[in-house]
């Protein structure tokens, strides 16, 4: 019997790759957390595709897709992202590529370029795949979708939370303002923007747990 497919969109800093990731070890399912190939295109950008005032050129980016090999290897259970074969796990974490991440994920040609990929990986089933247009646009018919939200100044301490365990100094208020301007850009994107699919199960987790969040969606999930 085929695996099921799983969409789980939402707002950054919800908890969408970590709470996918265990309940894709929970149901014995694969985790693809496609922001982090945005944020892979965008790391590549800002080493490679930059003019001389710090900004990304954009058509020398889309000339250098052929020069992007993005790949998820797999570590003890875990999935690890490399870029033409250097681990860029961490690196895709700071805040120069959080900064910069909504502007090249709402380019046509960025999304193309890995659009394919992310279906080719979903045809065979067994996946939960996280972002902000899976139920939407990249896996429509999935089994299962679901739309994460949480209040701003809960997303706000996760996310400086998370900044501060990878060893990446951040201030509270400057991380607000960057999640405010990524909803934002994420929402109001003329391609494929951040938004809740007609069919997708709303999780607010604002006063809820990780494993609560976890348990909840699980109880959803009562035909695997």
Known sequence: MKKPVIAIDGYSSTGKSSISKIIAEQLGLIHLDTGALYRGVTWFALQNCTRADGAIDLQTLFRSFDRIELEFKNDNGELILFLNHIDISKAIRTHEVSANVSFIAKQKEVRDFLLQSQRSL??????????RDIGTVVLPDADYKFFMTASIEERTKRRYQELISLGIRADKQEVQEN??????????????PLKQA??????????????QTIDLILSHLHKI
Do not use: F, H, Y
């Open 122 to 131: 979903a045809e065979k089933g067994g996946i939960i795949m996280d972002g």
């Open 179 to 192: 999640l405010l301007v990524r909803d934002k850009i994420d929402s109001e994107r003329e391609i494929a």
């Open 198 to 211: 007609d069919d997708a199960i709303v999780i607010d987790n604002s006063e809820l747990s990780r494993q």
